[in-house]
């Protein structure tokens, strides 16, 4: 089964239209999730900006998750929320957000990966894989892990941190639907090849 390309935002030293022009571009190419990412905003300009995201996920008819904000998913219709260790607990999550939008929930070992599974997360994000830059991560997750975390869990398993081209073949075989990726497409010079190159090493999975 073809794989998903999760993209996870992340705005460098750019412009509003830049950041945008970019996510439309992932979309354009092949992106199959949009995950908007934003830690530093207040609630009024992460709402406003994920207004803007949601226009164009919406006319590429793909999903559009909010990273750790439920009200904002809620307030801007997107179809899920993903939440970490430090957010609400998974079950107070899934109440909030009710039945029909997604939760997706970090988890880096089987015993979390397993409670989320129980308290009604729709999938997982596991990693960091591989050294990031992107976020501070503490410990990273083995591929061993990993593949654990898909054999415990009958929900989807997105692998998360470090991932690029060149890194995709070692999720062979790992029992993952797909991988999420910040920086190798958001900083990529020529984001629609690097799309499109993703994609293609997706399918050799
Ligand atoms: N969670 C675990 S690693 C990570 C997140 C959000 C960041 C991944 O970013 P990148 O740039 O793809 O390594």
């Known amino acids: 089964m073809t794989k998903q390309l999760y993209l996870v935002t992340a705005r460098y030293d750019e412009s509003e239209n830049e950041f945008l022009n970019k996510i439309e571009t992932a979309c354009a190419n092949g992106v199959t999730v949009v995950q908007l990412r934003e830690k530093n905003l207040s609630t009024r300009d992460y709402y406003e900006l994920a207004l803007k995201v949601k226009q164009i996920t919406d006319k590429y ?4 998750i909010i990273d750790d904000r439920i009200d904002i998913c809620l307030a801007v219709d997107a179809h899920g929320a993903h939440i970490g260790d430090d957010e609400l607990p998974v079950k107070v999550a899934r109440k909030l957000l009710g039945k029909d939008k997604i939760l997706g929930v970090s988890a880096k070992t089987v015993t979390r990966a397993t409670e989320a599974a129980a308290d009604g997360a729709d999938y997982l994000g596991t990693g960091a894989i591989f050294p990031t830059q992107t976020k501070v991560v503490t410990k990273q997750t ?38 999420a990726i910040v920086s190798e497409i958001m900083k990529a010079t020529n984001i629609a090849q690097k799309v499109q190159r993703l994609k293609k090493a997706l399918e050799m999975l």
């Open 61 to 64: 008819d793909l999903p559009l």
């Open 142 to 179: 083995s591929i061993d892990t990993l593949k654990a975390i898909t054999a415990a869990v009958n929900i989807p398993v997105v692998a998360i941190g470090g991932i690029t081209e060149e890194r995709i073949d070692v999720f062979k075989e790992s029992g993952i639907v797909g991988v």
